[in-house]
């Protein structure tokens, strides 16, 4: 009779119920969630009540006070202050709400745009689909960066423009996932069968192929809202974001970036927080996907 | 295998320990074999036609192209370079030139003569010339060379001393180049390989990377450079430089004001130019007082004295001062002009204190008076931009929006490009705009004509006061009368409240100290800092 | 076939002159360089003469017309802020450094990349895919001139190993390359990981198995070779990124590339640069789109047919 049991000893932490447990616990995404909702959720919702300073006032003598665990820091500015004398924790909270803002606008209104579009392309096919393609092509090879500069170049740093540009950048990935989707979905039977049935090509599109699709979407805008956040923060820092009124991190770091050295606090702090914020969206991102759909691993 | 693992990483710990805690100090670089030494500059427009390129980039012909008359290192006074002695006529038309005998090009093109001064004047005024003197260059009506060593420029326009040396010096942009290389190899010699008279020789440039120099063996001074090589390395991050300095990469180079205190304390030596080189005011846009100005609007928010006194009594510009500008500036009185400037008066520095005392009380007041208050707030924008080695406007921007929120203005600061900026007020599109520019010293009939003139293209502010006054210094050629009229327009420029001054600086660098033990130069250079030659290496 | 690729190059075509007019109607939309171009002295003539010194007064229309004409040949002007040095010229002059960056780059991630995919899943689902994943991913939350600069600070200054800036040997490249790199690595991990899973399963590598061979045997030779094709894709769009990508390193590194041309010609108008390196890029991306189109098409007869 074959030893079906294993004769290995147990390591000391698995008793039985903490084994359970762990096993739940690894089920969801809590640690990304966690974070998310603590770097990003709570700051960006609560900030007025959160924030202990005003991010936008400062006294220019309390310029680059170091953060309270270190000489000269105080409670007062618990993450320090930077070259205004502005409070760094302020300015981070109210940070996550301009940074989550421009994203989930951006990636809204680009992912509407780029699922219409996509959906029209893979299920019409012919003409259409190649023309759709095409602008796909177009945007997809236009670099992002250098349309911002000139864009801004052209019209000024302003909320407006960063979302313009970051929705000519992203639309263009939703069209490509939809229609790959859709052309795939299209030839099904229950398509099919409700052609016969005599539903109207809108119709179709949007209660059959549609909710097929929204997982690898729910995906994708998830994975892209790291990205964006990525983005502005590098259009900051070649001096063609978002307006230096607003205290967004990608604004910050690139102020900060002389004082790398020196007053560390002033880029170190928002840096970490795009990137915590960013990791764990890719993390969750991550997770739907391979609980949602397996057949996106080429997101 | 997992004890391996752990003894492997703690070992490594312990050597990154180590390493970490080391003292951090400015690269060991030794200074008997510092064969080539290297400039870290924080970057400039690359090309070898100098009459394309703005003055403050003349910094990369600093070594190998000499200008007639040279700077005293300590005092910035002409001294005799290409040029030995100079005179000029009565009526200041016509000055005249006598040039140094038996200077060399170069790479064997040949001697110095008065043909080389002519024909770096025809360079300037080329069609494709955007020199920074060319509208001075261009009122050359001849230029004569009675023989090889004389030259003599003949101006449609009385020049005073002040601006034909300015021209002139090593602050202006008259660049001997060779002609006789000209002739040979035409623009393209003097794109790839250029020849001057300089103390070093130009050897070779990469776009985007740095320039290299080799030591003239034979200049006409006999002064021998302590170093064999010069290089200015282009870094145009600040943490860059700072950190190539730290590792040794680079002996000198241009730090911003934020890091003084953090290369000083790791040890870095600091040098400071002789003389005061740029000042940096707030021009307000709309300042088109002109009567019958067709773009000048009587609602503009800037435009009323009250509102510019107040904004200008908001700021307290000793607190900006040492914190922005780390102590390393000097309060300016009003823009453009320094005590050797025509038509200083020394009683500009206690009218300051009296007219633009720090006060937010009394803004609030005049602001008020103005017609504005917390049901109708004053708003305009501030438009920041950032360029290589002027990186202090987002910072002044942000420290005035907070001075003037305090007294209940909107000022909101934008980060845009210069070419953004320059392009809005050049077409009258600034009422609702101010601006901090960093501006290099000039003479001060050069500045008023520029920025308060109406043919000059900048329009800081213009009246008809400064404009009937200005009228008549372009006209004289009277030293005493001209002093007096320059002073009444400063006077005027003072009491409107034309623009919010601010500082005037230094160009200071900073050095390896184990490397460089001296360093001397006067500052108001086309390239601010200059006098390579001059540096002396510790031995 | 031939049908396929002539319409796909067709449209290829079609796309590269959509993209022309857009960066010439942005660029010259963008503003004046004869602002930048003159000094703050200069005065009203100054600016009529260079005006027409570059011929900036003519209508857009014909401005376009010019262009293009010029553009066919291969010229694309001037350039502004260079004076003296052709657009084409200049943007030739730097590429070989930015190909020579996205290339070590490519390299180093995948360097890093294929190991950590390929234990990633072969240890599927323990505690070294988790760390696999976390390390992967760390690199595509990093803002990449922070880490730029966080990583000259430590290799260049505090330990010198390394030096901080510019263009040299080996040493120059290493620096730039992780923080351009880094970035790609969770991607590319990923494609790996999922590829190799895909085909550890399969059939003929449990052939393999029983066969007796070695399992890393199995691993490295039967399901990397296998694996390898989807990543070919990738591969393609990974290049376009990595290109424009380079811009912030560049600027952190002054990396002498095209990232850093077109953000100076950007700044200072100089629309003929900025024109030429945006459309050489869009070119490239464009074509590495076509080529990988037309193997996709060779390998899967069904594409062709759509």
């Known amino acids: 009779m074959p030893q079906l049991t294993s004769t290995r000893t147990l390591p000391w932490y698995a008793i039985p119920w903490v084994v359970d447990g762990w096993r739940q616990v690894k089920r969801y995404p809590l640690f990304s969630l966690g974070i998310l909702i603590f770097v990003l959720v709570i700051p960006a919702i609560f900030a007025p009540w959160v924030a202990p300073h005003d991010p936008y006032m400062g006294t220019l003598s309390n310029r680059l006070t170091p953060p309270v665990w270190q000489d000269g820091g105080s409670m007062e500015h618990i993450l320090g202050t930077d070259k205004l004398g502005r409070d760094m924790l302020s300015r981070i909270i109210y940070g996550a709400r301009v940074s989550l803002t421009v994203s989930l606008i951006a990636i809204f209104v680009g992912g509407i745009m780029g699922t219409v579009l996509g959906l029209i392309s893979g299920y019409f096919g012919g003409r259409t689909d190649a023309v759709i393609m095409r602008l796909v092509d177009i945007s997809l090879s236009i670099p992002t960066i250098l349309l911002a500069l000139v864009l801004v170049a052209a019209v000024g740093p302003s909320f407006g423009t960063v979302i313009t540009v970051l929705i000519v950048l992203l639309w263009a990935r939703y069209a490509r996932l939809t229609r790959g989707e ?109 609980h949602l759909d397996p057949k996106l691993r080429n997101l | 295998m997992k004890l391996k693992l752990a003894s492997l990483f703690t070992g490594l710990l312990m050597v990154l320990a180590v390493m970490f805690g080391t003292v951090l100090t400015p690269g060991s670089a030794d200074a008997a074999q510092v064969k080539r030494l290297i400039f870290a500059s924080a970057g400039f427009h690359e090309s070898n036609r100098f009459w394309t390129i703005a003055r403050p980039d003349h910094l990369q012909y600093e070594p190998y192209w000499e200008t007639l008359v040279g700077m005293d290192p300590k005092t910035g006074d002409p001294i005799p370079q290409l040029a030995t002695k100079w005179e000029h006529s009565p009526d200041f038309k016509d000055w005249t030139f006598h040039l140094r005998k038996g200077v060399q090009f170069h790479y064997g093109y040949g001697e110095f003569t008065s043909a080389d001064v002519v024909h770096a004047h025809s360079l300037l005024v080329r069609k494709d010339s955007t020199a920074t003197l060319g509208p001075l260059w261009r009122t050359v009506d001849k230029m004569e060379t009675p023989d090889k060593y004389t030259v003599v420029f003949r101006f449609r326009n009385p020049i005073m001393p002040p601006s034909m040396m300015f021209a002139v010096q090593r602050s202006g942009d008259l660049r001997i180049a060779s002609k006789a290389q000209w002739d040979k190899e035409g623009v393209e010699g003097l794109d790839r390989r250029p020849a001057g008279t300089g103390y070093f020789m130009f050897a070779g440039r990469q776009t985007g990377l740095n320039i290299v120099f080799k030591r003239n063996p034979n200049h006409w001074s006999g002064h021998k450079v302590d170093f064999e090589e010069l290089e200015f390395r282009i870094a145009r991050e600040e943490a860059t430089r700072l950190a190539l300095l730290l590792s040794g990469d680079v002996h000198i180079g241009d730090l911003p004001r934020e890091l003084h205190k953090d290369a000083l304390a790791r040890g870095l030596k600091r040098f400071q130019s002789s003389l005061a080189v740029d000042w940096v005011s707030v021009y307000l846009g709309g300042q088109w007082h002109l009567k019958g100005h067709k773009h000048f609007d009587p609602k503009a928010p800037l435009v009323n004295k009250k509102v510019r006194q107040a904004l200008n009594i908001a700021i307290d510009r000793e607190e900006m001062l040492k914190s922005v500008f780390a102590g390393r500036a000097e309060l300016a009185y009003l823009s453009l002009w320094i005590p050797a400037s025509e038509g200083w008066n020394p009683k500009w520095e206690s009218k300051f204190k009296e007219l633009y005392a720090y006060n937010p009380e009394k803004a609030k007041q005049l602001l008020k008076e103005a017609g504005y208050g917390p049901g109708n707030p004053l708003k305009f924008q501030i438009w920041v931009f950032v360029e290589p080695g002027e990186s202090e406007g987002p910072a002044i921007g942000d420290a005035l929006a907070i001075y003037f929120k305090r007294i209940g203005v909107e000022a909101e600061v934008q980060t845009h490009d210069w070419a953004k900026i320059r392009t809005t007020y050049r077409k009258y599109l600034s009422k609702n705009i101010m601006w901090p520019n960093i501006i290099g010293w000039r003479p001060a009939d050069n500045g008023v004509r520029n920025f308060y003139y109406s043919k000059g293209n900048n329009h800081h502010y213009e009246d008809d006061f400064l404009e009937e006054t200005f009228g008549k210094v372009l006209k004289s050629n009277d030293a005493k009368e001209r002093d007096s009229l320059m002073r009444a327009i400063g006077d005027h420029l003072q009491e409107v409240y034309a623009d919010i001054p601010l500082f005037w600086f230094r160009n200071e660098v900073f050095a390896n100290p184990k490397v460089v033990a001296e360093m001397v130069y006067p500052g108001p250079a086309a390239g601010r800092t200059s006098h390579f030659e001059l540096i002396k290496l510790v031995k | 076939m031939q049908r396929y690729i002539a319409v796909r190059v067709l449209q290829s075509l079609l796309a590269v002159l959509v993209m022309s007019v857009i960066v010439f109607g942005l660029a010259r939309l963008s503003g004046n360089p004869i602002d930048v171009m003159l000094p703050i002295e200069a005065e009203q003539e100054d600016y009529d003469r260079l005006t027409k010194y570059w011929g900036l007064d003519k209508p857009l229309h014909v401005q376009y017309v010019v262009f293009v004409k010029k553009a066919l040949q291969g010229d694309f002007g001037d350039s502004l802020k260079y004076q003296g040095q052709s657009a084409m010229g200049l943007v030739m002059e730097r590429l070989p450094a930015t190909l020579e960056l996205a290339g070590f780059a490519l390299l180093v991630s995948v360097i890093i ?101 070695p399992e890393w045997k199995v691993v490295w030779k039967h399901c990397l070779r296998n694996a390898g094709i989807a990543p070919l894709t990738f591969f393609a769009i990974i290049a376009g990124v990595l290109l424009t990508g380079s811009v912030v390193t560049e600027t952190v590194f002054t990396w002498p590339g095209v990232g850093l041309l077109v953000v100076d010609a950007v700044r200072s108008r100089d629309f003929q640069v900025v024109q030429a390196v945006v459309i050489i890029f869009a070119f490239i991306f464009i074509l590495c789109n076509l080529l990988v189109d037309i193997l996709y098409a060779y390998l899967d007869p069904r594409i062709r047919y759509q």
């Open chain 1, 182 to 290: 859709t052309l795939g979905i299209k030839e099904r039977d229950f398509i099919a069968r409700a052609r016969v049935a005599g539903a109207s090509h809108t119709r179709i599109m949007f209660k059959y192929i549609f909710p097929n699709v929204f997982n690898s979407l729910i995906v994708l805008a998830t994975l892209q809202v790291g990205y964006v956040i990525l983005l502005e923060s590098a259009l900051s820092f070649l001096g063609a974001g978002l307006p230096r009124a607003e205290p967004a991190w990608g604004v910050m770091v690139a102020d900060g970036r002389e004082l790398i050295v020196t007053a560390w606090w002033v880029s170190m702090f928002p840096g970490l927080a795009i990137m915590l914020t960013v990791l764990s969206l890719n993390l969750l991102g991550d997770w739907l996907r391979d």
């Open chain 3, 113 to 213: 990349a294929v190991p950590i995919g390929v234990l990633a899943a072969v240890a599927k689902d323990t505690g070294w895919d988790a760390a696999a994943k976390v390390v992967a991913l760390l690199g595509q939350s990093l803002p990449a001139f922070w880490l730029g600069i966080v990583l000259m600070w430590i290799f260049a200054v505090w330990l010198g190993w390394l030096p901080s800036s510019g263009r040299g040997g080996l040493q120059h490249l290493i620096l730039p390359a992780i923080t351009l790199g880094w970035f790609q690595v969770a991607a590319i991990m990923r494609l790996v990981r999922s590829s190799m899973l895909e085909v550890l399963d399969s059939e003929f590598v449990k052939l393999a198995r029983v066969k007796g061979i």
